[in-house]
């Protein structure tokens, strides 16, 4: 099974102690893609109402700039949204209609995913939509389209079971693929390789 991690923060310092071992034993679980020397996207972009480190008028205001720095290089964008579905929407809606890219780690509902694609994002599943009581997520990860759907760890964090509580890495897109592909009734080898040539595409991978 082929599988591409498109959010991972692989320089994170729980990974110091054995990064290369861990990198390795992701590539040889079928995780070819995690990180790319080359500039790919900007991100992780966007507003967290969660944490609050920085006001929101302060995190609106650089969010709208990055939003313009990524349409003068022409890259996708990377979108934190914590806590912040509304505002994230309403300033797609005004400042970002020439952005595109994706949703990290998608936690809104059905209706936003939809007005999502539309502006021109795909929406990406971490181990979140592994959780047994992640039922809306679950719901979401049902119906959006497949040319859309990518699949990530946001490793070293949200690790699904059955690992939860110890450190998550790549390997771990395995059961991403495994939960939305039981979801929606498909061979699991399927689910990933669409998920798979879906990150290609958004990261501009030939």
């Known amino acids: 099974m082929k599988l591409f991690d498109t959010h991972a923060h692989i320089n994170d310092n729980r990974f110091d102690n054995d990064r290369a071992d861990m990198l390795q034993a992701c590539f040889d679980a079928g995780v070819e893609y ?8 900007i991100g992780e972009i966007g507003l967290d ?3 609050d480190f920085s006001d929101r ?8 700039r990055q939003l313009e720095l990524a349409r003068e290089v022409d890259l996708p964008i990377i979108i934190h949204d914590r806590d912040a579905h509304g505002d994230i929407m309403d300033i797609l ?7 595109w ?12 995913a939809k007005e999502a694609i539309k502006l021109g994002f795909y929406i990406s599943f971490a181990g979140p939509v592994v959780f047994p009581k ?3 997520l679950k719901e979401v990860a049902k119906q959006v389209p497949l040319d859309r759907i990518l699949i990530e ?8 079971p059955p690992f939860r509580g110890r450190r998550n890495d ?18 699991v080898e399927e689910f990933a390789s669409i998920a798979y040539e879906n990150g290609k595409r958004v990261f501009g991978i030939k």
Not at 34 to 41: P, Q
Not at 153 to 160: E, R
Not at 173 to 181: G, K, L, M, R
Request: aromatic letters at 14%; a positive charge; glycine letters at 6%.
């Open 49 to 51: 109402y969660y944490y």
């Open 170 to 187: 790549p390997s771990k897109t395995q059961f991403v693929a495994q939960e939305i592909a039981s979801l929606r009734g498909m061979d």
């Open 34 to 41: 995690i990180h790319n020397d080359k500039v790919r996207a």
């Open 93 to 99: 809606r005004n400042e970002g209609k020439d952005n």
């Open 134 to 136: 992640s039922t809306n």
């Open 101 to 112: 890219g994706i949703f990290h780690c998608y936690s809104g509902s059905w209706e936003m």
């Open 153 to 160: 760890t946001d490793s070293p964090y949200l690790t699904p």
């Open 57 to 64: 008028p302060t995190q609106k205001k650089v969010f709208i």
